[in-house]
């Protein structure tokens, strides 16, 4: 039987390194490489591109961009690292366990787009609230999280980790994106079937990889004022069964901190990385009706290479 051909554009990026380390160990693949002077080739790359079942593009938008449109041969499938997709018709959005048919739909799709890091937490608490119509479509969300530094690619990597960068920095803790403009607020909006566009608040911390997702709710201001069961039983039901997500029970939610500021049980933003699971809480204070969302991810696992490998198993599937 022939082995699918896969071939990652961009595979000595931060999340072309991490896809390739999580397919390196596989028998059923094979790879299609190039030379460090043909990943310079527009020849090379498109000759590889269009010789691949299922190309990976680990690139910059624009670059994206101009691999997709090299691409001619209607057998090649793609699955898009980059933001230059993720709301733009005709391709899947790769979250698969984002809807009942997300799948399905990732599985027989030729065009995927890869979620955002910060999206992937943001929607997996938002969307099956949003429908189960819990929280309005219409609704001022805010949305504010920490990443790893690694989220942002070579440029950051090397401001946090190269003292001899000329953009070196020695700050732990920084906001960033404060025009309230950042490339993952549309695709939250979108795919989180929202009305009005959250305002979303990231900052990245001095640790590699891992990240927390927080939305807070003023459960008073919705209209039918759910508590944090109906809000987790919700969140329960949609990610039954599933492989990657999990949702953390109340209880054990509600014994996370409460004891002390240095109770081991706080989150930490690191808890999950080298894998592709999601973990949701849903934190809150009944008497004072209000409550805390939170997803707890690896930015390069469930939020790029690991759930870019979930979406090509998926896709493998139907070949």
């Not at 929607?123 to 219409?138: F, H, S």
């Not at 997702?213 to 759910?226: A, E, G, M």
């Not at 592709?276 to 809150?284: A, E, I, S």
Request: hydrophobic share 40%; with cysteine.
């Amino acid at each position: 039987m022939t082995k699918p051909k896969i071939f990652i554009d961009g595979e000595h990026g931060t999340t072309g390194l991490q896809i390739r380390a999580r397919l390196e160990p596989r028998s059923d693949l094979d790879f299609i490489r190039l030379g460090e002077a043909e990943r310079k080739d527009k020849g090379a790359r498109a000759e590889a591109l269009n010789a691949a079942d299922i190309a990976i593009l680990c690139l910059p938008d624009e670059a994206a961009r101009e691999a997709v449109s090299l691409v001619k041969n209607p057998r090649t499938r793609i699955i898009d690292s980059s933001s230059a997709h993720r709301t733009a018709r005709g391709w899947v959005y790769g979250f698969p366990e984002m809807a009942e048919e997300q799948s399905e739909l990732i599985a027989r799709a030729p065009r995927v787009t890869n979620p955002g890091c910060y999206a992937t937490g943001a929607i997996a608490l938002l969307r099956p609230l949003v429908r189960n119509r819990l929280i309005p479509m219409d609704y001022p969300v805010t949305i504010s999280a920490v990443s790893g530094y690694t989220g942002g690619g070579k440029a950051l990597i090397a401001a946090f980790e190269d003292t001899s960068s000329k953009d070196y920095t020695r700050a732990n803790f920084r906001l960033y994106a404060m025009g309230i403009v950042q490339k993952h607020i549309d695709e939250i909006q979108m795919h989180s079937l929202m009305d009005s566009r959250p305002l979303f608040v990231p900052s990245v911390a001095r640790y590699a990889q891992g990240m927390l997702v927080q939305i807070p709710l003023q459960l008073w201001t919705l209209k039918n004022k759910p508590t944090l069961t109906v809000l987790h039983a919700a969140l329960a039901e949609h990610y039954k069964g599933s492989e990657f997500v999990e949702v953390a029970p109340l209880e054990e939610t509600r014994a996370i901190g409460v004891a002390s500021s240095l109770d081991p049980r706080n989150l930490e933003p690191e808890a999950l990385n080298g894998t592709n699971k999601m973990r949701l809480h849903v934190f809150g204070n009944e008497k004072h009706e209000q409550a805390v969302l939170v997803a707890l991810l690896d930015n390069l696992g469930k939020g790029a290479s690991g759930q870019a490998v979930q979406c090509l198993d998926l896709m493998l599937s139907r070949a």
